[in-house]
């Protein structure tokens, strides 16, 4: 066994430790609106938290002691879209990761479409295949290295054409989403599944 005590090493090596062991991460490409319009960033710290609300969760770190346009922006207006980020949108998203100045239109510098939300104020992406328009719940602020970790219910669904049946199963394979790896380029596809139902106690079928 490799042992490492977490109180010995820097923040820098325990996020080493962390994005390379806690793999595949979904990402979330987050829109929210500002003084100047919208913006839009991926966070791959993210996931589902809950379903009575749907809540889902992502964890924000600071930028040379400042919050992020993303935080700033929500902390104004608590509303927020999450998109999936799909094969197809992929290199888009990494161009909305670029460090811009607070105020600069991520969407457009992406080549993306934004859409009215529904019920929410920022806006949502056309061309990712799953958007979840989100109101705030709670910013938890944690560490030492600040982390803002936004909870959000979501409101309202968005999904592209053939991705979720009338039962409201999700066709994972049309979402085709990207997983967030470790190191300066890893991400990986979901192109290698398998099935194993859960095992039924008395032969009733269990739930998630
Ligand atoms: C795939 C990917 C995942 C990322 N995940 C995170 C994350 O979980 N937390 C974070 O603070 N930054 C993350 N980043 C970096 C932010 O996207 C980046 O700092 C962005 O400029 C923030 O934008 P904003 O200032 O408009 O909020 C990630 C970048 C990429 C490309």
Known sequence: ????????????????????????????????????????APFSFFNAV???????????????????????????????VVHIVSDAIKEQMNICSVDYPFGVNELEKAGFTALPSRKVKPPYIAEA?????????????????????????????????GIVNERYHVDVGAVNPVGRLAGKGGYCRVTDRFEMPRIALEGKPSAE
């Open 50 to 80: 809950g379903s009575d609300p749907a809540m889902l969760m992502f964890s924000v770190g600071d930028r040379t002691g400042q919050a992020k346009d993303t935080v700033r922006n929500i902390r104004e207006t608590p509303e927020f």
């Open 129 to 161: 295949p799953v958007a979840m328009e989100c109101r705030l719940l709670q910013i938890v602020e944690l560490g030492r290295k600040p982390y803002h970790v936004v909870f959000g219910e979501v409101v309202f669904f968005h999904y592209h054409e």
């Open 1 to 40: 066994m490799t042992e490492i005590d977490a109180s010995e090493i820097s923040w820098q090596d325990q996020y080493k430790l962390m994005v390379g062991s806690v793999t595949p991460r979904p990402i979330a490409l987050v829109t929210t609106i500002g003084p100047d319009g919208p913006n839009a």
